[in-house]
């Protein structure tokens, strides 16, 4: 992609594919490649009309010269991919399925609602989009809107999620107490 349309990145989409053998695709398949804004990447990944996911994007190897993603974190391609795309300056989408996502009953992603872990680290990475959103230049007042939607939603259902897991002891109470605070 560099080589014929000068892109800094590349990405696709993804087709999920379940134990049961159906097959999902989430997102437009036209198999068209198309120089994209920045800004519109970055606000469809906030409001999660386009995955974060980083195994559907190829990154020049020098990019992660400066970056890493968090170590310990559950979620680390939803609280940095966006802000990584940011610092781009031309994005080239391909609108097909190149990527094959294989979801397997019991594995990390399909037990997010019960680890209290995975749903703080997630309300933490949609809280940084939140932030981002707000102050991000390139959005425009409609993409901002968006996403701050979007994304307060998404927070929302995180804290439904940590009461329903079943946290009862004081120290869960500190996290729901630090998650309510947070979404004032």
Request: proline share 2%.
């Amino acid at each position: 992609a560099k080589l014929s349309t000068g892109a800094d990145i590349a990405y696709c989409n993804y087709m999920l594919e379940y134990d049961d053998g159906r097959c999902e695709r989430p997102f437009p398949d036209t198999g068209n490649v198309v120089v994209r804004s920045v800004a519109d990447v970055v606000g469809d990944i906030i409001a999660e009309r386009s995955t974060s996911s980083s195994c559907v994007r190829i990154y020049n190897r020098d990019f992660f010269n400066s970056r890493q993603f968090p170590v310990g974190e559950y979620y680390e391609d939803h609280s940095t991919v966006y802000r990584w795309m940011s610092e781009m300056q031309r994005i080239v989408h391909v609108d097909s399925a190149l990527y094959h996502y294989r979801m397997r009953s019991g594995s990390i992603t399909s037990t997010t609602n019960s680890n209290t872990k995975k749903i703080l680290d997630f309300f933490n990475a949609d809280y940084g989009r939140m932030e981002f959103a707000g102050s991000y230049a390139g959005l425009s007042r409609r993409q901002r809107n968006d996403a701050m939607r979007h994304i307060v939603r998404n927070l929302m259902r995180h804290m439904r999620d940590y009461i329903v897991a079943g946290a009862t002891d004081g120290e869960n109470d500190k996290l729901l107490a630090y998650m309510r605070m947070q979404c004032r």
